[in-house]
């Protein structure tokens, strides 16, 4: 009874944090504490009706998670082949290959330390477990409520439709690029049916290595497929999704003052680009258009590396905390 007061307590907090602003990474630790203790309720409940069916379900809980965390590291590892294979030798594209790898390194300092028994190694392990645990944790929730921010949809008319830029091939937009477009352009129509005129905005600077700044590309291929170029707006000046969201905000604010968007970007980058929107202060919500299946666990690994960096202070606060505790169980 009491793990669901708590759950109860925390789904209230998460529904009213949801409701003033669902771009903000707490709620998906509101959430995913709603449904930890959900479950631990639950566990109460089938043991108060059949004790040894509560206790194989933990005992199957506990067993599934080793299982897990193996198959996740081999998982890791062959998508990090595929995308050094398709994408090529980048740094941004060894994230699932060394999340995997590093997965499998701990496992096997883990079982070392244990064999050797030398206790500096022992205090080493405690201190990455914990600050492990903590990161697995806020990964999680990042996942959790990603999901679910994706799956919430915006039925409020906006003025413009904004599309993230993403890089291109020399003049030629990229097959991630395209589907944010493509995107856009669903939305863009999708409007134009219920007898609304929105403006779109192509929004991203050019590169060094781009013919042309990405906006004026995005443009003529929203052209080709039928937007006219008096509804769509270039943003040309921008390097960061950051700058994409603060110029496309001015543009905006220069037409009307008291404008809605809608922003597109891809599936694994839409939660963050809402993060991003609300820093900004740009008056939006962030849908995403697919992605390539063996694409997307980088790409979400990489998201989630840049949101836990932005909070340099905190969760390197959190963590030397955890490292301290860890050390004391062993002085």
Avoid at 84 to 113: C, M, Q, T, W, Y
Avoid at 145 to 158: G, H, N, Q, T
Avoid at 234 to 263: G, Q
Wanted: hydrophobic share 50%; aromatic share 12%; net charge positive.
């Amino acid at each position: 009874m009491y793990a669901f007061l708590i759950a109860a307590f925390w789904f209230v907090v998460f529904a009213v944090s949801f409701l003033r602003d669902r771009r903000l990474f707490k709620n998906g630790i509101f959430l995913v504490l709603t449904l930890m203790f959900a479950g631990i309720g639950m566990i109460f409940v089938v043991d108060a009706f059949n004790n040894t069916a509560a206790r194989w379900l933990v005992l199957g809980i506990l067993g599934i998670i080793p299982v897990a965390i193996a198959v996740l590291a081999v998982f890791l590892v062959v998508n990090g082949i595929t995308m050094l294979r398709r994408e090529g030798r980048r740094p941004k594209n060894l994230l699932s290959l060394l999340a995997g790898l590093g997965i499998i390194g701990f496992v096997v300092f883990s079982v070392a330390v244990q064999k050797i028994g030398w206790e500096p190694l022992a205090a080493l392990r405690s201190v990455l477990i914990g600050v492990l645990t903590y990161i697995a944790f806020l990964f999680v929730c990042f996942l959790v409520y990603a999901f679910v921010y994706s799956r919430v949809r915006s039925s409020r008319k906006v003025d413009f439709v904004i599309v993230l830029g993403a890089g291109l091939r020399g003049s030629r937009v990229t097959p991630l690029l395209a589907s944010r477009l493509d995107r856009g352009k669903q939305v863009y129509d999708r409007a134009l049916r219920k007898g609304r005129t929105p403006m779109m905005i192509t929004s991203g600077g050019q590169g060094p290595d781009e013919e042309v700044p990405e906006s004026h590309a995005m443009a003529s291929y929203l052209i080709e497929r039928g937007v006219p170029d008096d509804r769509i707006l270039r943003e040309d000046r921008s390097t960061s999704t950051l700058e994409n969201l603060t110029f496309s905000r001015e543009l905006m604010v220069a037409r009307t003052p008291k404008y809605r968007c809608l922003i597109v970007t891809n599936n694994f980058h839409a939660f963050r680009a809402a993060m991003t929107a609300r820093k900004a202060k740009v008056n939006g919500q962030v849908i995403g258009s697919p992605t390539a299946a063996y694409y997307w666990p980088t790409a979400t690994i990489r998201e989630f590396v840049a949101i836990l960096f932005s909070h340099p202070y905190l969760n390197g606060g959190i963590c030397l905390l955890i490292a301290a505790a860890a050390i004391s169980q062993h002085v």
